[in-house]
């Protein structure tokens, strides 16, 4: 993360000539200092992609300002667009059950400042991991998920996600399937990390389903939730190789070191405003 305090713009509309000229001068015009961009034209669906890094310091003017003068230019281009500020940290939600790897690693990332966000509380469905995460000062809410209840228990898991002030639920491996309507309720804010290289092995069991095939790589995914299982548009992934001689117990346990890995990048990139949603797909700017 940058020391200097940034606004950072992301943006995406229909792709013409003379798109980074105009955004490029209405900040020059303002004095402002560009610190980092990146682009994608998506020759496809005909749209452009952008993210800019502008140092706040180089304005006159808060943030506030810099949205209303940016809204004319952005109605211009015909921009679905934000403008978020380094200086307001990210307010992380985390769900967990009871795999505890994913979980331990982002307490550890975020307890050591690698993760620049508040996370306000955690939620489960078990009570396991109570005493680690009030250990770390963080408020801990049990909301039971059974069959008969499963639609309560969602309700409550936004109710108390709005308490929290929440920007982004992580499911930190999270085993419980999140109804429509909680999906719907809040898209492109709900990631989810999968113990597989999606879109093979989707569901439960990915690694054992993974042995059963022989396949020589398995992986890692961290996507967004949407109401279809498994099949949000994809943040980041990774793989590690395997073969014949690995059991499902060491795929288990390699699996769980990717995991960590991809989640906390995922998840670093969607925190740093890298992620913007292309369709069912991603432009990443790493």
């Excluded at 998920?145 to 639920?169: C, H, N, P, Q, W």
């Excluded at 999606?198 to 995914?221: D, E, M, N």
């Amino acid at each position: 993360m940058h020391a200097q305090r940034r606004y950072t713009l992301t943006a995406s509309c229909p792709d013409r000539v003379g798109i980074v000229a105009r955004v490029a001068g209405f900040i020059a015009g303002h004095g402002g200092w560009i610190l980092e961009t990146g682009h994608h034209a998506d020759g496809e669906a005909q749209r452009y992609f952008m993210r800019i890094e502008i140092k706040a310091a180089s304005l006159t003017f808060d943030l506030a300002e810099l949205r209303r003068r940016f809204a004319p230019v952005a109605g211009e281009l015909g921009m679905e667009w934000r403008i978020a500020d380094s200086a307001v940290k990210k307010r992380i939600v985390v769900l967990v059950s009871q795999q505890e790897h994913c979980l331990y690693d982002l307490l550890a990332r975020w307890q050591s400042k690698e993760l620049d966000v508040e996370i306000p509380c955690v939620i489960s469905n078990h009570e396991t991991f109570r005493g680690l995460v009030e250990w770390h000062g963080i408020p801990f809410r049990h909301v039971p998920v059974t069959a008969e209840k499963r639609r309560e228990a969602s309700a409550e898991i936004a109710r108390l996600f709005e308490e929290a002030g929440g920007d982004i639920m992580v499911l930190a491996r999270y085993m419980q399937i999140l109804p429509p309507e909680l999906c719907e309720k809040y898209p492109g804010r709900i990631i989810n990390i999968h113990h597989s290289f999606l879109p093979s092995f989707v569901g439960a069991r990915p690694y054992h389903q993974a042995h059963q095939r022989g396949v020589k790589l398995i992986g890692a995914t961290c996507h967004y939730v949407t109401a279809e299982l498994d099949a949000g548009p994809i943040i980041e992934q990774d793989t590690v190789r395997i073969d014949h001689a690995d059991t499902v117990d060491d795929l288990v346990r390699y699996g769980k070191d990717i995991e960590k890995a991809v989640l906390a990048r995922g998840l670093r990139y969607h925190v740093e405003d890298r992620v913007l949603l292309n369709g069912n797909r991603t432009v990443v700017f790493r």
